[in-house]
């Protein structure tokens, strides 16, 4: 029975989730920070049905995200982490989420037709601003401490001139200019997130120290004159076709001498290990046309095409934490 239990409360855990997303979506959590509201109130406030916000709200309660006393709401110091107003705020990470939840609720046609009915219609449909700066968002949160990690373990002495493609909120170029005075950095990206980028980069006041570039890897050439290449959870996005293609123009790119790293999940040859990589190619399935999760053989394969030599895998660990390098002759 216990383990009956346990697989029953596994399949169901989809209910805690859907709550949480549908609060963030509501963003009770920023209107009950900070501020103690009635149901009724707040139900007013928002245009919601009174006795179906009265249930999430308790149900939020069990979650230990909300607290009530006398009949209103606010936020814990624990679901004050998903509210706006938070320093830290987890509300971009549980907003992209909620995006993935549309996608995986297709898994089961993708694994009978290999690919999401729904991709064609997404491709087709631009993402909004929001959307854009919540998947930032997202990704930035989760990125500061693992490119803490990654720049302090990497020795980057030796170079001058990082090119951070598909930079994201710029995260792994902040760390390794903070770690290293001497690297300059340019950050090559969409269009739409390089303002998302600058403004990360003029916090911490390395404006000076980073250039900007705006295009598309798929399309563009790269930007020349660096001696450092880092892809940072990039390579799962891209078919193995999509891989080959960047990886020759970063080969093309690179100075003489130059390396390229690479930080995603790396699988073993079994494709079981690490078990969230696993789950990613799921997430890759449902989410791109061809994207996935590769094993370090086929990584270095492409890698060898594309003219890198000397490719070793330089970290391993189970949360998209490998990195790889490779260098070019």
Same mark, same amino acid.
């Given at each position: %029975?216990? $383990?009956?239990?346990?697989?029953? #409360? ?33 139900? $007013? %406030? ?6 179906? !916000? ?39 990470? &549980? ?73 994201? #909120? ?33 916090? &911490? ?17 790269? +930007? ?21 293609? !960047? ?26 290990? +690490? ?26 394969? #492409? ?27």
């Amino acid at each position: %029975m216990p $383990a009956q239990y346990n697989m029953l #409360s596994d399949v169901r855990s989809f209910m805690k989730s859907r709550v949480i997303l549908t609060a963030a979506e509501l963003d009770l959590f920023t209107k009950l920070d900070q501020n103690s509201i009635s149901a009724k109130n707040l139900a $007013a %406030m928002l245009n919601l049905n009174e006795r179906a !916000l009265t249930r999430i709200l308790d149900c939020l309660i069990t979650f230990e995200l909300l607290k009530k006393q006398k009949n209103r709401y606010q936020t814990t110091e624990k679901g004050a982490s998903l509210s706006s107003w938070h320093p830290h705020s987890l509300l971009p990470s &549980v907003q992209h989420s909620l995006r993935l939840w549309k996608n995986w609720n297709h898994l089961t046609a993708a694994i009978k037709e290999g690919t999401n009915p729904l991709l064609q219609q997404l491709s087709n449909k631009s993402a909004s601003a929001e959307e854009t700066k919540a998947f930032i968002g997202s990704m930035h949160i989760g990125a500061q401490r693992l490119a803490s990690k990654i720049s302090n373990e990497y020795d980057a002495r030796s170079f001058k001139r990082l090119l951070d493609i598909g930079a994201g #909120s710029g995260a792994y170029t902040i760390a390794f200019l903070q770690k290293n005075p001497q690297l300059q950095g340019v950050i090559y990206d969409l269009a739409g997130v390089i303002a998302i980028a600058e403004e990360k980069i003029r916090k &911490v006041q390395l404006q000076n120290r980073v250039t900007f570039v705006a295009g598309d890897y798929n399309k563009d050439k790269l +930007p020349q004159g660096c001696d450092l290449a880092l892809l940072s959870a990039v390579i799962h996005q891209n078919s193995p076709k999509q891989n080959l293609s !960047l990886f020759q123009k970063i080969y093309d790119s690179l100075e003489i001498g130059g390396r390229l790293l690479i930080r995603d999940h790396v699988m073993d040859t079994n494709r079981t290990s +690490p078990p969230m990589g696993a789950l990613f190619a799921l997430n890759m399935l449902v989410s791109t046309a061809g994207g996935d999760t590769y094993t370090f053989a086929e990584i270095k394969d #492409s890698l060898k095409t594309a003219g890198f030599e000397k490719v070793e895998m330089l970290m391993q660990g189970e949360r998209m934490d490998c990195l790889v390098e490779a260098r070019k002759k």
